[in-house]
């Protein structure tokens, strides 16, 4: 039986990627040798999208998007730009849930949200 999902960020800079989410992110991690960290996340859902945007751009099929969620978006911010944390924009209504995006080593614009829709954590 599956018991939860492993994800994957390939980046230039996994070296500043694993600090970031260990140090910026407080994410708990194992080192599983030579400073390579898995990081234990609390919590997971997943979803399966259409492969066009709302306003029907496309996109390609086959296409991963990982994103992180919180339960307050305003204090996780704020504590995550007390933690030098950048964010690429402001936080958003999207109708589902309140949006923004921060930076991280990498080139990557990582997405937080919380949800509006009521999760069923069973």
Known sequence: MIT????????????????FFRDKLGLPATDVGEGWLIFD???AD?????????????VASGTAHI???????????????GRGVEFAEGVSDTGWGFVTRFQAPGD???????????????
Request: charged share 25%; aromatic share 12%; net charge negative.
């Open 4 to 19: 939860g999902v492993h994800n994957m960020f390939y980046t230039s800079e996994p070296e500043a990627l694993r600090e």
């Open 41 to 43: 996340l609390p919590d």
């Open 46 to 58: 997943l979803g399966c999208h259409p492969a066009e945007h709302d306003d029907g751009t496309p």
């Open 67 to 81: 994103s992180f969620f919180c339960d307050d978006i305003d204090r996780t911010v704020a504590e995550l730009k």
């Open 108 to 122: 990557f614009t990582i997405q937080l949200y919380q949800p509006k829709y009521q999760r069923n954590r069973g």
